[in-house]
Every structure is written in C-alpha cells, then in structure tokens.
C-alpha cells in the first residue's frame, strides 16, 4: 500500500513569493495533520484537518492556511514567504486524528532565499 | 501545554552497546507517548507508543521503551546498537485539540551515532 506522497519534494522561492504543498494520505486515513520541521529542531504542529473540517491550528501566522479536499487530500499553502519559512514541511494522516498515531511523509523541503 | 524533554542532543554509542535516549514528558493527564526515527532526508517513522496499556511498550528494530509515571519519563532503550540504528530520535506526545482530534508535541530530538 501506499504511504502518505507530498509534493513536490524540493522547492526554492524568493522572498514575498507564495507557495502550495500538496499531500495524499494513507488510502482509508481521512485526517491530514501539517508540521514544519525547521533545521535541528523537531516537527512543529501547524494544523490538522479531518473530513475536510479544521480541528485546530498551531502558533503560525494568518500567512500560513490549508484545506482538506473531499478526496482527504490536502493542500498547505504559505504566502508571503520569509527567509525563516525554509524548512521541512511534514505531512501525517491517521485514520480519524485522535489517538496521536500519525503516519508521516518523506516532506516538502521549501527553501526561501 | 503538554511537553517533552530529551536529555543529550547527541549521544554516541559504540556498535554492539547499549543504547539509551532519554525522554522526560508534562502532561496534566495521562498522557500517549510516541518515539520517532528519522533517517537522513526522510520522514519520521513511528517506533513505539505508548497509550496506557502496559508500562513497557515493544517497538520495531529491537527497540523499547518503559513508562515511568513516578519518574515522568519515557526512555528508549536498545540492548545492542547496530551501524543501521544511526538516525535522529524524536519523542512526542499527543495532546488533544480544542477541535477535537489531537496534535504532537515534538522534544528537540537526539541524534544518534553508532562507532565501530
């Protein structure tokens, strides 16, 4: 089976520039969850979605949005783009979201120069 | 806010040796407790959790883990390192949302190093 795939897998933007990463969980998981893993530190929870609605959102700014397609992909879309945006975008799914077990992806390395 | 120390950023083992990485957790509640593997330029894999069943929770590749309330910690161990074992190890602990649904709080991580 196949495990959770993000898009792309490396990018390089430019300051003020706008980006969209895109996910496709795990067949069957029906929640995604975002993470931003920034060089040498852990994964930092940026939001979670299931059935398309949002169920909670991390310490991020309105720059940062995403949504949840009916298919239970989703899309994690950054505006505005900062130099300290540049890290590893991480993307889980579970089954429902609520026990914690989360399958990750291999990431989008976004790179903002 | 629940959260997660590890002790030692990075810990070196010789091949054959013992491995031990530390996590100490906060949580008001009983908490679920999680360790990760990740591989260089890869995502994280899920080890081992813990969701208050038995205290010593089995993972995958040998390792384990021991949930201590008295102490608030959660170390990993491995009786025998191998050269394959050298990743960057993440604890975590879920945490539930006002939404519902529940999100991870990540330690710092602890990279591993395993010398011949």
């Known amino acids: 089976d196949a495990g959770v795939t993000q898009s792309p897998t490396h990018l390089i933007k430019t300051r003020g520039q706008h980006v969209t990463l895109r996910c496709s969980p795990i067949s069957g998981h029906k929640s995604v969850s975002w993470y931003q893993q920034v060089l040498g530190q852990g994964p930092q929870f940026i939001f979670q979605?299931?059935?398309?609605?949002?169920?909670g959102r991390g310490n991020f700014p309105d720059r940062f949005s995403a949504r949840q397609f009916p298919n239970y992909s989703s899309e994690l879309n950054v505006n505005a783009l900062l130099l300290g945006d540049s890290a590893l975008y991480l993307c889980a799914s579970s089954l429902a979201g609520d026990t914690g077990e989360l399958f990750f992806g291999e990431g989008s390395r976004l790179t903002v120069l | 806010a629940q959260s997660v120390t590890q002790l030692g950023s990075h810990v070196s083992v010789s091949e054959g040796a013992l491995v031990l990485l530390r996590c100490n957790y906060s949580?008001?509640?009983?908490?679920?407790l999680f360790w990760y593997v990740q591989y260089p330029n890869q995502g994280l894999q899920l080890l081992l959790k813990?969701?208050?069943?038995?205290?010593l929770v089995k993972g995958i590749n040998g390792f384990e883990a021991e949930f201590k309330k008295s102490e608030t910690s959660f170390h990993l161990t491995k009786p025998s390192a191998h050269m394959s074992d050298a990743a960057e190890y993440f604890c975590a602990v879920s945490e539930v949302l006002a939404g519902g649904g529940n999100k991870l709080t990540f330690g710092t991580g602890t990279q591993l190093k395993v010398e011949l």
């Open positions: 979605y299931y059935e398309k609605e949002e169920r």
């Open positions: 949580s008001s509640v009983p908490p679920y």
């Open positions: 813990y969701t208050s069943a038995a205290t």
